[in-house]
């Protein structure tokens, strides 16, 4: 008889965009390895985008779905928070909600388990975060209904931040918090081994094996038909998936590339910038002002599995963070495209080193224009000499999802027989 575990994820499909991406191939993994998947999540009042592709392939694979209503008709508004909302609102609701806004869900969420518990004879729950509230309605889920869960950390909590606050959280509560869920845990996941061991020296009553390393990966039927061979391009495509907004190295990235056209003409003619996916109504004033518009490709947002193709016809994918232990999930679907990777992140972190490893990293570790400029004008010489880096052979064959999902199989079930 299958056995059958809960997930508990606030945003999951039709909702598109990366961060639902990782919640969504491990459920469709799981459920291809035997297990009963369901997952309970929220209707948000705004979809970004809507991915019909990513919905239709868990629903082809036998996952349940169970999403709390909405107030109100959900809609879709691929336009990014104003001023207001990002200075004043969520920093407020970050003070009001604790640990986050999206506890609002929380009293839904449970009645919503409890007829899922009826339904289902679950025997474990595996709560995904962000946002952090998901880990606190899994506790007291458990609690209710006697049941083991597994917390599965895609960012960390006080060394990352919540969906209100852009800050790094050190606060007295959120680390008492923090405590308590991963004293009550049956096993904690986290994406990599610097994110692994900061855990373990922050919570020195924690083991090495409570935690495990279980990277996002990516899912291989993704690739059926997709051209990953090497091709000659007229121009150099350095690509951003994913959505395109002020925060991070991006802004930095092309006001560096503006200093690079302005002050060697000639190579604008040899370089596109490709933005697809959701570009933040700012970002495209910054682009329009620093006057490379006829340099950056805006296609707009595309669904999942038809991005594979179009970062096929890239050169070089690009990505950035500012955290030590965080991975962008999209990392991972570039390596398995098995492209040059270039990346702008703290220098030792999660991301540099893993990048690193692959053998087809570019890294830059300043964000400074000069520094920038020099980066593209690099890769630029190594495009047209034809010697942009090249993957290791096999390494990609290494972070696909279905390396991952006996891993998560096992930490399910002895997370049942020791509960």
């Given at each position: 008889m299958k056995k059958t575990v809960l997930i508990i994820s606030y945003s999951f499909p039709p909702m598109g965009l990366s961060g639902v991406v990782r919640t969504s191939k491990m459920a469709k993994a799981l459920s291809k390895n035997g297990w009963n998947v369901v997952v309970l999540s929220a209707t948000p009042k705004v979809y970004l985008t809507y991915d019909e592709t990513l919905l239709q392939e868990l629903i082809d694979a036998g996952v349940h779905i169970y999403s709390t209503p909405s107030k109100t008709p959900p809609k879709q508004d691929s336009s990014s928070p104003g001023w207001f909302e990002r200075t004043i609102m969520r920093p407020m609701l970050g003070q009001v909600y604790f640990p986050d806004s999206a506890i609002r869900w929380k009293r839904m969420a449970i009645a919503a388990a409890d007829g899922i518990m009826n339904e289902y004879d679950v025997s474990v729950i595996l709560s995904v975060s962000p946002p952090l509230s998901n880990f606190v309605i899994a506790d007291t889920i458990a609690e209710r209904h006697q049941i083991p869960f597994i917390l599965d950390y895609q960012d960390g909590w006080t060394k990352g931040i919540t969906i209100d606050q852009p800050q790094k959280l050190r606060s007295s509560a959120h680390m008492k918090l923090e405590h308590h869920l991963l004293n009550r845990a049956a096993r904690i996941f986290v994406p990599s081994r610097i994110a692994k061991e900061q855990m373990i020296k922050d919570y020195r009553f924690l083991e090495h094996e409570d935690v495990m390393i279980i990277p996002a990966g990516y899912d291989?039927?993704?690739?059926?038909?997709?051209?990953?061979?090497?091709?000659?391009?007229?121009?150099?495509?350095?690509?951003?998936?994913?959505?395109?907004?002020?925060?991070?190295?991006?802004?930095?990235?092309?006001?560096?590339?503006?200093?690079?056209?302005?002050?060697?003409?000639?190579?604008?003619?040899?370089?596109?910038?490709?933005?697809?996916?959701?570009?933040?109504?700012?970002?495209?004033?910054?682009?329009?002002?620093?006057?490379?518009?006829?340099?950056?490709?805006?296609?707009?947002?595309?669904?999942?599995?038809?991005?594979?193709?179009?970062?096929?016809?890239?050169?070089?994918?690009?990505?950035?963070?500012?955290?030590?232990?965080?991975?962008?999930?999209?990392?991972?679907?570039?390596?398995?495209?098995?492209?040059?990777?270039?990346?702008?992140?703290?220098?030792?972190?999660?991301?540099?080193?893993?990048?690193?490893?692959?053998?087809?990293?570019?890294?830059?570790?300043?964000?400074?224009?000069?520094?920038?400029?020099?980066?593209?004008?690099?890769?630029?010489?190594?495009?047209?000499?034809?010697?942009?880096?090249?993957?290791?052979?096999?390494?990609?064959?290494?972070?696909?999802?279905?390396?991952?999902?006996?891993?998560?199989?096992?930490?399910?079930?002895?997370?049942?027989?020791?509960?």
């Open positions: 291989r039927d993704d690739l059926v038909g997709i051209n990953q061979s090497s091709h000659v391009t007229a121009k150099l495509v350095i690509m951003h998936t994913g959505k395109a907004d002020l925060s991070g190295q991006l802004p930095a990235f092309l006001q560096g590339f503006a200093e690079v056209i302005r002050t060697s003409p000639e190579l604008q003619k040899d370089i596109i910038i490709s933005l697809p996916g959701i570009v933040d109504g700012a970002l495209t004033t910054l682009i329009d002002k620093l006057g490379i518009r006829d340099s950056v490709h805006q296609p707009g947002y595309i669904a999942h599995r038809a991005l594979f193709e179009a970062m096929s016809k890239a050169d070089i994918l690009f990505a950035d963070t500012g955290s030590m232990y965080q991975i962008p999930r999209k990392i991972y679907e570039y390596i398995a495209m098995q492209k040059p990777i270039a990346i702008m992140a703290p220098e030792h972190s999660a991301l540099s080193r893993l990048i690193q490893e692959s053998g087809a990293g570019l890294l830059l570790h300043d964000s400074g224009n000069a520094s920038v400029g020099s980066f593209i004008r690099s890769m630029h010489a190594s495009w047209k000499s034809g010697k942009l880096p090249k993957q290791k052979p096999g390494f990609a064959d290494d972070y696909a999802m279905d390396n991952f999902v006996e891993g998560i199989s096992i930490a399910l079930t002895k997370a049942i027989r020791i509960s």
